[in-house]
């Protein structure tokens, strides 16, 4: 998990052009960083997206999670969960995770995607991000202060 703070400090240029959130069910954490990166890189040529370890299948974006987004001027209603495979970790650059725990399930689908796995908090520590489904929106509210800042760190790294 050195591998892109090492490239940086010896200036190599590292390029994602797929970027992919991974969470749990693909219906609050992941789609609502997707979004906010989008947002956060807009104008470059990157694609983002977010698939679930244990999708809500075609559900879309959490009620409490959209209310964030709008109240920010960003909007998730076009998302619909999908569920990982390896197919979809193969297409992407650069895997963004919530959780320890992701990470390490993401290394047994697809353990040729391990090296490009790193918890959206890595600039923050090795930051996690818990899950606030059913849970209240004060819940929801400190996720999404914790997922603006490792969007906001990564973003300086795109």
């Known amino acids: 998990m050195h591998e892109v703070a090492c490239a940086n400090c010896y200036g190599i240029q590292v390029v994602f ?22 947002q956060a890189i807009a104008g470059k040529d990157i694609q983002v997206s977010s698939a679930g370890l244990g999708a ?6 959490d009620a409490t ?12 209603v076009a998302h ?6 390896g197919a979809i970790l193969a297409s992407a650059d650069l895997v963004l995770t919530m959780e320890r725990k992701h990470v390490r399930r993401i290394a047994e689908i697809a353990p040729e995607a391990s090296g ?9 520590q090795e930051r996690e991000i818990p899950d606030p489904y059913r ?5 929801f509210e ?16 795109l």
């Open 17 to 38: 052009k797929n970027i992919l959130f991974v969470c749990v069910g693909n219906i609050c954490r992941s789609p609502s960083a997707e979004v906010m990166l989008r």
């Open 56 to 61: 809500l299948v075609d559900h879309g974006i």
């Open 65 to 76: 999670a959209q209310e964030l987004l709008l109240e920010r001027g960003l909007d998730g």
């Open 80 to 85: 619909r969960a999908r569920q990982i495979n």
């Open 116 to 124: 490009k796995t790193f918890l959206l908090g890595k600039w923050q």
């Open 135 to 139: 849970q209240q929106r004060p819940a």
């Open 142 to 157: 400190h996720v999404y202060k914790l997922m603006a800042e490792g969007v906001e760190s990564w973003s300086r790294h």
